[in-house]
């Protein structure tokens, strides 16, 4: 039926469908209006067209949008289509969200390179790298509407508007709702490409701004949210690997054939890191995974001990050599040998873990012709929207299907698609069964992708008035970037800088980490900021009032953190308050107070205010909910958190040995004021977490003089820091 | 493999797994009840935390067999028909889950401590709750939930 060549009129085979799906965006493109009952029409679109269909509207007036992005708590599901609702001006009320289609060309925003394409949820990248995107996309919507009912209604485009739903010519009075233009929709022979000009303002927003509850919360709250994991398929089977506890070490296994007499056991499947077990039901494959003897061969991490390894790390600091520069700005060693007051400190941090609650997994079905498969699984994305199971079919990109699941977190893990090609290679020795991965939960702390261990050498420089003249900024670690985002101050005016990396490798896996290098290096420079100003008896908020004169609106995150917690108000006996300001898209500073048990060593985090300017808010509620989340899980990682390496080996397996916050530890209150902008909007995920380490730090200075220079502040090293 | 009924939200189920199965596989990967979540399946961080005969437990740890002999077993799917149980209700009222994958967990446990206390303390919420890990950091907004959930049902009694 698909292949005859019968011209439809466009009128009448609208007028006979529920719901239309406008196929939309791209320029050059003709649009089309596709049924959605006919799903064979979709399809064939999809499959040939870089064509894009943001909306699907049915006759009663629902309105389906597309979200590009993951949604791994942080509200994607959401803040997106409201920003494509506003310029659709779409009834809220009527909207319901699916995610789109794993198409970049289609479904894309631009990604680091000017004019690329990327669907990725990284990097607090997804509102900012959307805002125009979504806005063209809900403008270039609504100009159907608008042209098909001037067309209609036999009068001018330009005479008609719209409110809530409804399309609206006033000089005659008539009004229909969305869905009542769905027979005589029309699908004009182009659209305008909207420029910033013809956007609302921020005036006229309707959505944008205000506080709507979050579209997927409801199916949060009875369990029928659906995650990877809880795929489940008819004749699936399941799949483990074992991967021990030493990155990268090559493994043999010396009982095959009694493991493959195990009850329900299928295959198993060497791989280069790891033993696959694949069994018919998931209980059968632990008990399989468990019984594997492997001998495990050598790997680059032998030998590597990461509480002694920063004795390394401050040699290569000292060292000579210098490192890849990332700042550069006038001469810091001209400002070092003319200053008058000269400062050095050295920062440390221990590798930290994901904790994504959810553990790694996903379901893949591969054909049993093995040229194609479908997958499910939550995944961050990347730069393939494929997440390499293409590659590892040796089967064309058109050929995979990727279905997104709601992430059970994601903050960096599930940016690396290691755990998807995983599935594909297990999931090829059974086609066409389906086969669900799981990685148990220790299987993912233990072959964790780590935030890196690093090493951070700051000196500073001062003239005779106390002005910061010189900073600079070394960090020693693994993975360039991964140890060195967030070295540049680009809100403080300081005449001569340098920030370099040197490098110091030791085989363990990486990853971003929520805010990657902002947290340890936020951490350096903030306390460094205080030691110098407590030197030099300044306040921490006059001395980054100075700093930030150049910088209006970083000034302003610091003037209203400090009103809302009282910062030069009197304080409860015990306790101190410690400031830190951190850029990450958006601007904020944070506040912390805190009290000690100085026998026991326990900080104690009692307050935490936060002024953040984060562009136009998008979505308000949703930007505070990130910002505690973000606090929680910096707290969580600056006061308890450590993976330790001995001899290469991890050593910490689950949350019996690695221990995260809970609610026993949560602070009284976190306060946070947004404040008002009409600038593009900018990621709001990644620029509390690292107010953490600093602002606690900054507390404990000013309560009991001492410092605190190593990540986490477990009670040992705070007590240590207290006999100092 | 041996037969086992169990008696899940007041329906009741036979499986076939092998014996010492745990209850969390058999809920999830059996039933389909994936509603409780795995996260550790050593008991400590409470995702899977469901109500056998009314008291919180941690389904990962409990063997098929012990459960199999007429105890109830509650899990989230069987807590209300449309999210209209009050602990559900504040829970959306505080738009307390990011990612949500430990709230079926930490709303088991909530109901848990309200049906044993209906208007608890700031300190005995933290307490009770504390078993249940949540890395999005959404702990300030359950505690809300909870407050609330509380004091709705505490004004409906009145």
Redesign the interface.
Known sequence: MLKTKTTINRRDFLRTSGEVALFIGLSGILPQLISCRDTGKMQEQLEKHPVTAWVKLSADGGITICNPAAEMGQGSMTSLPVVFAEEFDADWAKVSVEFSPQEAEIYGSEGWTPGSKLMMTVGSRTTHSYWPVMRNAGAQARHVLISSAASYWEVPISEITTAESKVIHEKSGKQMGYGELVPHLVMPDSLPEFKEEDFKKPSEFRLIGKVLPRTEIPEKVDGSAQFAIDIRMPGMVYGVLERGNLHGSRPTLTNEAAIRQMEGVLEVVPLDYAIGVIAESLEQALAAKKNLEINWGPSEALGHNSQEVYREYEKIAASDSPGRAITEIGDVDKAFRSADQTYTADFKNDYVYHSQMEPLNAVIQVAEDLQSAEVWVGSQQGPDTKLGVPGILGIPHEKVRVHLQYLGGGFGRRSMNDFVEECAILAKEVAPLPLKLIWTREDDMTYGAYRPLSFQRLMASTDSRGNLTGFSHCVVGDGGNLVASGVANDHYDIPNQLAEWREASNGIRLKHWRAVGHGPNKFAIECMLDEIAMDQKTDPVEFRRKLMAKSPRALATLEKAAEISDWNGPVSEGRAKGVAFVEHGSLGTGVCEISLDRDTGRIRVHNFWIALDAGVPVQPDNIKAQLEGGIIMGMSSVLKEQITIVDGRVQQSNFDTYQLLRMQDIPDHIETVILPSSERPEGVGETATPMVACAIANAFLKLTGKRLRHLPFTPERVREALNS | MATYTLDVNNREYEVS??PG??LL?VL???L???????????A??G?CTIHIDGSPAKACVIQVDAVAGGQKIR???G??EN?DHPI?KA??EA??????????GQ?MQAVALLEANPDPTREE???Y???????????????RAIEMAAKAETNLES
Do not use: F
């Not at chain 2, 389909?32 to 050593?42: D, R, V």
């Not at chain 2, 709750?129 to 505690?143: A, E, K, Q």
């Open positions: 797994v092998s199965t745990s596989w999830r990967e059996h389909g009840l994936t509603g409780t979540k795995y996260g550790c399946g050593i400590q961080c995702v899990t989230i799917e807590l209300s999210r559900q829970w959306i738009q307390a889950p990011q990612c949500g994958y430990c709230h079926p709303i919420i933290k307490n709750m504390n078993g249940v890990l949540c890395r999005c950091g959404t702990y300030l907004r359950i505690l």
